[in-house]
Every structure is written in structure tokens, then in C-alpha cells.
């Protein structure tokens, strides 16, 4: 059956959308694939016009952002119908052109262009879960803070290697990214610089998030390609 891709932010509109490939799948035993906003403050989307609700079959799944007037980036196994490598997980969903253009409630968000040291303090929104106890996907757009973390920390953690596509990140106080904020920025100096990829369950600060880089080299000559930006 087909599926039907649909991106929400106060309307709905019909979308094609393509993603990276690899050629190695780095996925190990462990992490979930989907990302995870446990005990995360509600915000007012107004404030965050780039984040986009991602549903699949009339059902929310993923989170995503406005990068221009016709693309919108979120994570690969968000809109494939088997687990990304988690290596290069992103993906860049086209709408008809202009279709985020010259409405109130949606604004692109720029990609980073320069590296992200360790301990740069970052931030996610999204819909995921906001309870480890509940397990279900939020009502309202919810936020944390988080820094990121260095490649060998996270490494560590998960006992397998950080990518150059790859960007880790932490908030420290069990205010963590969670299951259905796959696919959401992470923002850092006003710039998507991640996307979520996998985490640990629960979702707690005992282990940081991984995220697809957007200064990658891969995943940069991706959304180039795709985008034209």
C-alpha cells in the first residue's frame, strides 16, 4: 500500500521525499532508532515557524523543519519503510514550489555552516515523547536545551564509532529529545546543525543523543544536491 507523506504546521500538503543513501550500515544492537522531548517546556510554535509535524498514513510520526520554500529536511528512516543506516539519516522532503512561502505561521531556518565544537550550547523542539511513563507523542510543540558532546564521549557510550556525519548532544537534567522527535533540528547559533537520528531507552541523561550532522560531508553534498542550497 502507498504510503501518504504529509508535513503539518496549521495545514497539510501532499510531498515527495528523498533521502541519503549508504553504502554500510552502521546500525548495532542497543540504541533506538527513533529519536525521543521527555519532560520538556511547552513553547508556542509561533516561535519556532520552521518546525513541522511529519505524518505518515494520517498518523503523526516524525518531526521536521522548513529550510526553504519547498524543502523541508527530516530524519531517513522517518519516510523509508525499513531502519536508515543511521550513518547518513537524513532526508529532504519537496512540496509543491513555494508552498511554505508568504504564510504567517511558516519561516525556513538556516543550515549551519561552520563546525560545532564540543559544549556549544544547542537546542530541540518537538512532539515526541514528553513522558516515560505515558509513551505517547505530545499535543504540543515542547522544548530543551542541550550542549553537544565530543565525538570520543559519545563514541564511549555507544560503544561503536561517531561518524564525520554524525553530532552528539546532551542536556544533563533528564530533559532529553525522545521517541517521535525523529527527524526534529537541532539548533544550535540560530542554525539546523542535526537532525535526531537514535538514542538510549529510557529517555534520561544517562546516554546523549546522535544526529545526523548537516556539516557533514555527506550529508551536506546531499541536501546540495537536492535543494540547490
Known amino acids: 500500500m502507498k504510503q501518504v507523506i504529509g508535513l503539518v504546521l496549521l495545514g497539510l500538503l501532499c510531498s515527495n521525499a528523498v533521502v541519503a543513501e549508504n553504502e554500510k550500515d552502521t546500525k548495532a544492537d542497543g540504541?533506538?532508532?527513533s529519536g525521543r522531548i521527555i519532560n520538556g517546556y511547552e513553547v508556542n510554535i509561533a516561535n519556532y515557524k520552521y518546525s513541522l509535524s511529519l505524518w505518515v498514513d494520517n498518523r503523526y510520526f516524525c518531526g521536521a523543519s522548513i529550510i526553504s520554500g519547498s524543502h523541508a529536511l527530516t530524519a531517513a528512516h522517518c519516510v523509508l519503510g525499513?531502519?536508515?543506516?543511521?550513518?547518513?539519516?537524513?532526508?529532504?522532503?519537496?512540496?509543491p514550489t513555494n508552498s511554505f512561502v508568504g504564510k504567517a505561521n511558516m519561516a525556513p531556518?538556516?543550515?549551519?555552516?561552520?563546525?560545532?565544537?564540543?559544549g556549544t550550547r544547542c537546542f530541540v523542539v518537538g512532539w515526541g515523547w514528553?513522558?516515560?511513563?505515558?509513551?505517547?507523542?505530545?499535543?504540543?510543540l515542547r522544548y530543551t536545551n542541550?550542549?553537544?558532546?565530543?565525538?570520543?564521549?559519545?563514541s564511549a557510550t555507544f560503544q561503536?564509532?561517531?561518524m564525520p556525519d554524525q553530532i552528539c548532544s546532551i542536556n544533563g537534567s533528564n530533559m532529553e529529545v525522545c521517541k517521535g522527535d525523529s527527524g526534529s533540528a537541532l539548533v544550535c547559533g540560530g542554525r539546523v546543525t542535526g537532525l535526531v537520528s537514535f538514542g538510549r531507552v529510557p529517555c534520561t541523561s544517562s546516554a546523549p543523543a546522535v544526529y545526523a550532522k548537516i556539516m557533514g560531508p555527506s550529508v551536506r553534498s546531499f541536501i546540495r544536491s537536492q535543494t540547490g542550497i
Open 31 to 33: 540504541p533506538s532508532q
Open 82 to 95: 525499513i531502519a536508515a543506516s543511521r550513518n547518513y539519516d537524513a532526508a529532504v522532503i519537496t512540496v
Open 109 to 118: 531556518i538556516g543550515l549551519q555552516t561552520a563546525e560545532v565544537p564540543a
Open 130 to 140: 514528553y513522558d516515560n511513563n505515558l509513551q505517547t507523542a505530545s499535543n504540543s
Open 146 to 154: 542541550v550542549q553537544t558532546v565530543s565525538e570520543a564521549s559519545c
Open 160 to 162: 561503536q564509532s561517531i
